[in-house]
């Protein structure tokens, strides 16, 4: 229930503050004010969140540091890692209550037989 409401009344976050630099990683603040967009926009800049973290997340493991590194560097990765897949799992979260709350089951429903018939 907290859930729900915290995804339709939730803003959309400033970008992530992730990039290729190790030493300038900080956790961005969650909003704090309410959006005034639809459900079904809040719906499509969740799921456009989701593809840039994704692709923030890929391009991150992909990039990793050396072993040799210091240590400092591989907790910064570890922690860049730790945020974006959190990041990940809240907004597939959200993504889910709000398709249930914009498209209930009855209506996925319907338009399953639609598309089968």
């Known amino acids: ?8 009344e939730s803003g959309t976050v400033d970008t992530l503050s ?7 990683f900080s956790r961005p603040l969650l909003p704090s004010v309410t959006t005034k967009l639809s459900l079904s926009d809040q719906l499509k800049s969740h799921d456009m969140r ?3 973290i994704e692709m923030s997340l890929a391009n991150l493991r992909q990039n990793p540091p ?3 590194c210091k240590s400092c560097q591989l907790v910064k990765f570890a922690e860049k890692e730790v945020y974006l ?6 907004y597939k979260a959200y ?11 009855w209506k ?5 037989q ?3 018939a």
């Open 18 to 24: 992730v990039n290729n630099r190790f030493s300038l």
């Open 66 to 68: 050396c072993r040799s």
């Open 95 to 105: 993504v889910e209550l709000l398709h249930g709350y914009v498209y209930p089951a």
């Open 114 to 116: 639609i598309t089968i």
């Open 50 to 52: 989701i593809q840039e």
């Open 85 to 90: 897949l959190y990041e990940l799992r809240r």
């Open 108 to 112: 996925r429903w319907r338009v399953l």
């Open 1 to 8: 229930m907290i859930y729900r409401q915290r995804s339709i």
